[in-house]
């Protein structure tokens, strides 16, 4: 064991580094796995609610609800009000409801249309 | 004075007294009632302040969308900036969090639940937390093992996730889903989950049916509010927590309400008992270093309390000042003594704006006394 330190420190420290990441990784697995899901989410429904709740105009809610992790596709279905947003690899779709609930994000996604963003 | 003479005028003025306080006041009906202030050097110095030069760019600096203020029942100053306009139903963030105390209050004053009453009475799947209590969630104080910071850490923030990944298509039960970390009613932990709990109380307080409307039939309907949206989870419960949407101007009514001790016109809609509550610090709260600056919890509603020794938050505010607060810089400023309620709407996405600072620079522009004083 010893040994094998001395003749490669490198690799060694290495080896701990991905070790630690792998533990680190198993013990947040819930957190990680749900991650993906939040640019496309909050993207979604906050841009459905700027707009279709608040009444504001669609330039200014695409940029209400930029973050640092840019979205990969977009789409507002304005006949449906139904805003549907693509980030970190994850689509998700929030649906204005009706004046008194406004937008609510749905189960299912809805499909981005070819090219949209 | 002959003694049947002083008997006459004491009574005329026992009488004088007796009159129910409305009939001197001044309350909203279908719209407010507006009598600006005059321009001055205080209210320009409050508008520097408050509405800088906007930049949508860099998204830098203070960044009020509304500003409105009511002095004695009467909007006296309103600006809007950005998009947002008079009929602009804005997004409360947290001060949602308020006005569902504030509606709970109604369903209190009817007798539908007590403070010690266990949460899983009205909601069953607290009953793997059978101590935590109804007082306990309104104080931030449930014990939960929650997380609530999501600006430093997304990946674990607990309010990320309820809003909208694993929490967001039922926020309460994912709330109760989490572990116990202390014991209930000792420790004041902010928490978005907490607020989100006595929502889905609230719907086994008032029956399924009820619920759906409750918030508008039990408060805004009786203070004249038109514009309220309230977005609920899938699981119909009201996002208690982040999602209610009011004009400023409708917003100032709840903050009239609470000014006026939970009075609305001849109607006590809330008990001030209640009130009194939301204004009472919590229990076993402790101030430290690290919270300096920070505002008191109450019963869901936030203090400029001085209490345990330490300096209270907002040192140019009067004591009894208290409000309701949300991301961004939203905020509904209840000052009782100088009868002002203050509204700001904002998008502030950096920490320069300061409570603080706007409420100093407001009483000087609107509380005579203050005004009086700087211009000498």
Redesign the interface.
Known sequence: MSAFIKRRPFSTVLLIIVVALAALAWV?R???A??P??IG??SA?EYC??RY?????AG?CK??VKQIIPISGFFDDEANKRVTARGLGSTQTAQWKS???????L?QAAELPAGSN | MPAPAFRRLSLALGLLCSLPPAFAETWPAADWAVAPVPASPAVAALEAYAFPQRDDDSRKGVRTDALLVIRDGQIIYERYAGPTKASTPHLAWSVSKSLMATTLGVAYGKGLFRLDDPVAKFYPPMSQHADIKIGHLLNWASGLDWQEGYEYAPVKSSVVAMLYTRGRTDMAAFTASFGQAATPGTRFLYSSGDANLLSAALRGMVGTEAYKNYPWTALFEPLGITSAVWETDAAGTFVGSSYAYLTARDLARVGLLMERDGRWGEQQLVPKAWVDFNRTPFANYQPSKETEGDAIPGGQWWLNAPIAGAAKPWPDAPDETFAALGHWGQALYVLPKENLVIVRYADDRDHSYSHDELLKLAQAAFVPAVQNREAK
């Open positions: 947040n819930v957190h990680l749900a991650f899901g939040i989410a909050l429904k609610s700027c709740v608040m009444d504001n105009e200014y940029s209400y004046q008194r609930e406004g937008c609510q994000l189960p």
